[in-house]
């Protein structure tokens, strides 16, 4: 193989593409701290965490306790009984962005329904999330997790992801990376049941 790209010319192009790439990722890790873009369409991806220690589909959803951006609190087991989503994202996140117009228009088809929502927002500022929210309109109930222990808890290691849960608190879907809609509706009216 080395042969024959060094006959082609092609061994130090390739070489060079590969530095500049790992020279783009590394600027991008130290821009965003333990935080790296990987495009539009794709999760964005947290250093150092584990997606063979994440919870998944026929397990039981780990519980948590959460202050709203209402400033109110939530406790995941108090939503027993009903379905809910959670969804792990952040404003900074292109990808979530992306998808946020089609989470608060699910959210708000669903929720007369009986859908609990808790979308979570990970290391942001209620101002921050404030001043997003006040561009969009968005109303999804949004979780703050400043310190990132839902986050820790959940081992969520690219955002958004999506877990969906259901009234005995089991999740049965889970969702890495944007959204489709129908698919997303269909999941929902399966979790709502008839």
Request: with cysteine.
């Amino acid at each position: 193989m080395h042969v024959i790209l060094a006959r082609s010319g092609l061994g130090p192009r390739l070489l060079t593409s590969a530095a500049i790439s790992l020279a783009i990722l590394a600027l991008a890790y130290v821009a965003e701290g333990s935080w790296q873009t990987t495009g539009a369409s794709q999760p964005i991806t947290v250093s150092g965490a584990s997606p063979d220690a994440q919870p998944r589909p026929g397990s039981l959803s780990p519980d948590f306790q959460a202050t709203m951006l209402d400033g109110t609190s939530v406790r995941l087991s108090d939503l027993r009984g009903k379905p809910v989503w959670v969804s792990f994202w952040a404003s900074w996140c292109p990808p979530c962005r992306a998808e946020n117009p089609d989470v608060d228009a699910i959210y708000r088809q669903m929720k007369d329904r009986g859908l609990a929502m808790i979308a979570v927002d990970m290391g942001e500022s209620p101002a921050e999330i404030k001043s997003y929210l006040a561009s969009t309109g968005y109303a999804f109930p949004i979780a703050l997790d400043t310190d990132r222990a839902i986050t820790n808890l959940y081992q969520v290691y690219g955002i958004p992801t999506h877990y969906f849960i259901d009234r005995s608190g089991r999740i049965v879907d889970m969702q890495i990376g944007v959204i489709d809609k129908d698919a997303t509706l269909a999941r929902i009216e399966k979790l709502l049941g008839p």
